[in-house]
């Protein structure tokens, strides 16, 4: 089993930053990709950002050039910086991790951008 814990989510301003953190752990082995979700009040869930175990990213047009997705092995962690925020990107933040042995997600963190 493997468990996924987001923190680092809050209340920030239009135009500010904020990093969400993903930390992972159990029987983490051959991991295939961890990702970025958000899913905001009334809407679907989107996906936000890719990064595979060679280390490529990949973003969603919407968030292209100010999110930056990174992982720490060392930590089992997966990160996503999101700079210059917008009230668009208020929503609940899912991480999710692909192995072999399944498809894991957290239960998300919650970020506020006020206008």
């Known amino acids: 089993q493997v468990l996924l814990v987001e923190s680092g989510g809050g209340l920030v301003q239009a135009g500010g930053s904020l990093r969400i953190s993903c930390a992972a752990s159990g029987r983490i082995f051959s991991i295939n990709g961890m990702y970025w979700y958000r899913q905001a009040p009334g809407k679907q869930r989107e996906w936000v950002a890719t990064i595979t175990t060679r280390g490529t990213t990949s973003y969603a047009d919407s968030v292209k050039d100010r999110f930056t997705i990174s992982r720490d092995d060392a930590k089992n962690t997966v990160y996503l910086q999101m700079n210059s925020l917008k009230p668009e990107d208020t929503a609940v933040y899912y991480c999710?991790?692909?192995?072999?042995?399944?498809?894991?997600w957290g239960r998300g963190t919650q970020v506020t951008v006020s206008s």
């Open positions: 999710r991790l692909t192995q072999a042995s399944g498809d894991y």
